[in-house]
């Protein structure tokens, strides 16, 4: 089973000015799903000493000259993770024309379009982690907050186990925030606002190096026997 702490959109006083170790006791990975303060994500990352992978929310320009220093950007990227394969689209709907993590729906699908060769070489992915929803799954209908269709016709096309986003928050909804929902092609879809611990079990992955696609499998293989020859 592998721990998954997931965050979005504010800071978690537990999770640092007051920071206690209790409520990560155990994590393997975090991932942020956007608009987080890069301290507070290099903070966690030395604290909890694991991977912390992370995409851009609407209002993590600052990213862009200032990133969270030790976390791995997967923005328009796969990364493997012990053979859980991750795959970032961060980013909001347009609503200012200068603002370099806000796309079109065009937009994004060009992004969607040019990572095909690499999710095929990786044979798919198990978690898509993105800062906006899903078009019609735990969005809204105004335009800053918006969900991507085009993020649907990725889920069905690969029907990855999860997905994780952010951008909506839980007061957004007049009390009517739902946490996790369940796409029609069977991916989980949980909103990490805030925070929220996630299991995964050996089963919802392939192993690493066995994803089923001999290219990829074999330059896992090679690197692992390179590494270990040191």
């Not at 796409?183 to 079990?201: D, F, K, L, Q, W």
């Amino acid at each position: 089973m592998m721990k998954v702490l997931i965050l979005a959109d504010e800071e978690v006083k537990s999770l640092g000015e007051y920071y206690d170790p209790e409520k990560t006791r155990g994590v393997d990975l975090i991932i942020s799903c956007g608009d987080l303060n890069h301290r507070y994500l290099e903070f966690l990352e030395t604290m909890v000493n694991c991977p912390l992978l992370y995409v851009k929310g609407n209002h993590d320009k600052n990213y862009l000259s200032m990133p969270p220093e030790g976390c791995i950007d997967i923005d328009d990227r796969i990364y493997d993770y012990k053979g859980l394969r991750v795959l970032g689209l961060g980013g909001s709907m347009r609503y200012h024309p200068t603002n370099p993590c806000m796309y079109t729906e065009e937009e994004m699908r060009q992004r969607i379009r040019k990572l095909n060769r690499m999710i095929a070489l990786h044979n798919g992915f198990d978690i898509l982690v993105t800062h906006s929803p899903a078009r019609g799954y735990g969005d809204m209908d105004d335009l800053p907050h918006m969900g991507f269709d085009c993020f649907n016709s990725l889920l069905e096309k690969w029907k990855p186990k999860y997905m994780f986003y952010g951008h909506v928050h839980a007061n957004y909804r007049s009390g009517k925030f739902q946490r996790e929902c369940t796409h029609p092609c069977g991916t989980r879809m949980i909103n990490a606002y805030a925070s929220h611990i996630v299991e995964i079990g050996e089963d919802e992955h392939p192993a690493h190096g066995k994803t089923g696609s001999a290219l990829y499998d074999l330059y896992v293989s090679i690197t692992s026997r390179r590494r270990h020859s040191f």
